[in-house]
């Protein structure tokens, strides 16, 4: 693994030029420990609550702990968070079959939902969507335009946080905050999801605090700190959370079953690190866009834009240069460095994906990893990194093997 000289000097430079907006970084840092910590304190977490317990899981004191650090992170008033939802695909599939009935309205108001929700809604032809049970879906996007009137016929109302494979800029959580305003005025009785994968501890406050009734994401993005196994959260207003209970299991018995298999302290221990990891990954995110701006390439979002998850965009442009960062960047991985990435068809996508990923939780986003669709504009996503340092090897070693395409 050799980075040209070339490349180093180029790093150097902008890495002393980035040192005001990594100071910022970590004072949104600062502020998100210590609400994490208030969390932890105001639950009284103690060495007990990490037993082991299995079969129903029936009264499991750490997994109340856990749902009361989550809530009181997310100030909400409930929180359902468990190893038995796997994924933030999974976590939004809960939440929407909970929330939506029969010729209910789902409106996604950030445009179409990521690959992954298309055969949730109904976009793509799968089987179990919400179309098949009579679920009406439409959307528009609000960083092109505002459609009240199909804010007024919507029941759930989903906000997508994260610009996804769509290389559009994410929604912060100010633009949340008047977005949701809006749609109060003009639909009071809709609940409001927000989708809020990749986009935890990258602001100072989260989107319930701007108004939003639901929040639900993945524990192997950034509120896993790179440790939590698996697992996934739904925190919101109580009357949601129990309607949305009875997806979790079943309906009757909700929130009351589900062991945590020994997982509160893994749960707990990976939330308490999410506000250092998260900052890393955002200087890593930082230092890749300026790097490849300067580059030729285009970014987004570009290294002096307010951000609001940890995702960086690079326009590569063709296949042949987006395998080479991909493969450049699984190089650098201290787990399986030496695979070959190839695209490949996985479970919930529509197009073949490339996916590099030397992770130590299979999956893991917010260990450093870099994923794209094989389609135009052939754009790689890259995102995590548990050590800044690492995030700008990657990136030092992909922009030198491009060099020499």
């Known amino acids: ?16 030029e980035l040192k005001d907006i990594f100071i910022e970084v970590d004072k949104i840092r600062e502020k998100n420990f210590l609400k994490v910590l208030n969390a932890f304190q105001d639950a009284r977490v103690h060495d007990v609550d990490f037993r082991d317990t299995s079969g129903y899981g029936y009264n499991d004191p750490g997994r109340d702990k856990v749902e009361k650090v989550y809530a009181g992170i997310f100030k909400t008033e409930s929180a359902i968070v468990r190893p038995q939802i796997v994924s933030g695909t999974h976590a939004i599939s809960t939440t929407l079959f909970g929330l939506l009935r029969p010729e209910n ?13 298309e055969g949730i809604v109904g976009i793509r032809n799968v089987e179990g969507s919400l179309k098949e049970f009579g679920v009406q879906f439409d959307y528009f996007d609000i960083r092109e335009a505002f459609d009240s009137e199909k804010v007024s016929k919507a029941n759930v109302i989903a906000i997508q946080r994260s610009g996804g494979y769509s290389f559009k800029r994410s929604i ?4 949340m905050r008047e977005t949701i305003k809006r749609v109060r ?19 100072p406050i989260e989107p319930v605090e701007a108004g939003a009734d639901v929040v639900v994401g993945s524990l192997i993005k950034n509120m896993g700190g790179g440790i939590t196994p698996t697992g996934g959260y739904i925190a919101g207003k109580e009357k949601y959370l129990r309607r949305i209970e009875a997806m979790l299991t079943a309906p009757g018995i909700g929130r009351e079953i589900g062991p945590m298999l020994g997982l509160s302290r893994l749960f707990l ?34 290294f002096n834009d307010k951000r609001s998850d940890i995702v960086q965009a690079i326009k590569l442009g063709t296949p042949e240069r987006l395998i080479a960062f991909a493969q450049a960047v699984q190089s650098v991985s201290p787990v399986d460095f030496d695979a070959e ?32 669709p094989m389609k135009e504009p052939y754009a790689a996503y890259l995102q995590g990194g548990i050590y800044y340092e690492h995030s700008k090897m990657a990136s030092l070693y992909a922009a030198s093997v491009l060099k020499n395409l």
């Open 269 to 302: 221990q990976g939330v308490f690190f999410a506000p250092l990891v998260v900052s890393n990954a955002l200087k890593g995110a930082v230092f890749a866009a300026k790097l490849f701006e300067e580059l030729g390439f285009e970014v987004k979002p570009r």
């Open 341 to 372: 990435v190839e695209p490949s068809l996985l479970a919930g996508y529509g197009n073949k994906i490339l996916m590099a990923a030397g992770t130590f939780v299979q999956g893991s986003s917010i260990e450093l990893s870099a994923d794209a």
């Open 1 to 16: 693994m050799k980075v040209s000289k070339e490349i180093i000097n180029i790093g150097e430079r902008i890495e002393d």
């Open 185 to 203: 005025e003009i639909n009071p009785a809709a609940c409001i999801m927000v989708d809020n994968c990749y986009g935890e501890f990258v602001e």
């Open 105 to 117: 309205l789902l409106l996604y108001i950030t445009g179409e939902p990521y690959e992954t929700g």
């Open 172 to 175: 912060g959580v100010e633009e």
